[in-house]
């Protein structure tokens, strides 16, 4: 072979490459709107995993968007307005305090992108309603967090429990509580508002771990306090500002799933310590020990009714570490290639009507009868490689 044919061959051969990657390697084009405190671990997830390209970033404070930009080498920041009106993105990442999550949301979706966003989807039940009644009508997906019951910790115990392990489960126990944000956040006044509060803030986490572990819930009951009317910020900055409390902030709740199991639940802001577990789920024939919801990994463990005592399972699935963004790889998988994804706007809805539900059944002393239902999201396939499905 000649060098020109030689050349000629390596060149044709680059293009087939390069048409083989675009085929089989697509990329989803995301732009992310708030750019505070969660929004580095979503920044770090563009990096990580191959399937999305986190390629512009917004905040109602322009110049923190351009911090995020340089920090992440984002291509693009922009105002709100900028990103919604950029033909390019399909999907944004709706990562502003629950109070804009709706507004965010529904304008995403009336700019014709996709939208997944951080946990709750909506602060009112009518907004979460619009939310997903939009996004039909537009033939558009909505996801929201959390995506921590994609991580190893929860989808090895929904499969121990899928492959009766503990029988038919009967009964859930769930606790949060500690003396609540204040002590970490730098800007915690969001957290004592409607739409947050200890049920709306962490609830989702171990809402969704339930719903996915046991199915969905057909009834609530609860009972709800607010302790302490002000609340000061603990963190360095403002330290010793005070702010007031809007909210509940320790929430007792009874859950009746559709399966006949019953769960019991506290999430507080309220306490300032405790040795409960965060989840447990109680089987016909064994108990098992779920990890923190609000982590993608952590410890599993087993009680059988032959043992003596809990035994360590060891993990079946990846995904231990932080990978928020998770959810948003699953989405970006379903929509180049069809199919359902797991952290999806039915459920996110399910689980803001069972929080309401807590809230409005202890506000009128009586069992809120819950409207909504949704799918046990499908297990995740045990061997996804570290970078995520492809496109
Ligand atoms: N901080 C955490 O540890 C954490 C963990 C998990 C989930 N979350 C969730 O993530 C979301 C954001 O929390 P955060 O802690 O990053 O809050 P934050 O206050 O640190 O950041 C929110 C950002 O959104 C921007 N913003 C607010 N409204 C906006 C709007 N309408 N348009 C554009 N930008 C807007 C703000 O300027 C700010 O930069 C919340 O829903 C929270 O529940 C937070």
Redo the contacts with the bound molecule.
């Keep these: 072979m000649d060098l020109q044919r030689v050349f000629v061959k390596i060149n044709l051969e680059t293009v087939a490459l390069t048409i083989l990657e675009d085929i089989h390697m697509r990329k989803l084009k995301v732009g992310v ?7 580095s671990i979503y920044f770090q997830a563009g990096q990580k995993f191959e399937i999305f390209d986190i390629v512009a970033c ?4 322009l110049e ?1 968007a351009k911090a995020c930009a340089e920090q992440f080498n984002i291509p693009k920041a922009y105002t ?1 307005e900028e990103l919604l009106g950029d033909e390019e993105i399909q999907l944004v990442i709706n ?7 709706a ?2 949301h529904l304008r995403a979706l009336e700019a014709g992108k996709h939208t997944y ?4 989807l909506a602060v009112e039940l009518e907004d979460g309603r619009r939310i997903l009644s939009l996004a039909k009508e537009k033939g558009l997906l909505v996801g929201s ?2 995506d921590t019951f994609l991580g190893g910790g929860i989808q090895t115990c929904r499969k121990l429990i899928d492959d009766g392990w503990i029988g038919e489960p009967i009964a859930a126990t769930a606790f949060m509580m500690y003396h609540g944000p204040e002590k970490f ?3 915690p006044d ?2 004592y508002q409607r739409g ?1 509060g200890p049920m709306f ?1 962490m609830g989702p986490y171990y809402l969704t771990a339930l719903v996915n572990l046991m199915g969905p819930v057909r009834r609530v009951t609860g009972a709800a306090r607010m302790t302490f009317e002000e609340r000061m910020v603990r963190t360095e900055h403002q330290y010793g500002r005070k702010f007031p409390v809007e909210t509940p902030t320790h929430i007792t709740g009874i859950l009746e799933f559709e399966n006949g199991a019953i769960g019991t639940m506290i999430t507080s802001f309220d306490v300032w310590g405790t040795c409960v577990p965060h989840i447990e789920i109680h089987g016909t024939t064994g108990s098992l020990i779920v990890p923190d919801p609000n982590h993608f990994g952590g410890s599993v463990y087993i009680k059988r009714q032959e043992f003596t005592d809990f035994v360590e399972v060891p993990l079946t699935h990846g995904f231990t570490e932080n990978s ?1 963004g998770l959810g948003v790889m699953d989405m970006a998988h379903a929509i180049l290639h069809g199919g359902a994804h797991r952290a999806n706007g039915e459920l996110a809805y399910h689980v803001l009507e069972i929080m309401h539900g807590f809230h409005i059944a202890s506000d009128e002393g009586r069992h809120y009868v819950v409207e909504s239902s949704c799918h046990k999201p499908e297990p995740l396939p045990m061997n996804i490689p570290k970078n995520g499905l492809s496109g």
């Design positions: 709107i708030g750019c505070g405190n969660i929004s917004a905040d109602l404070d923190r709100t990562l502003t305090i629950p109070n804009s999550h507004d965010i966003g951080e946990k709750p967090a959390p956040h730098p800007n969001f957290l947050a803030d928020r």
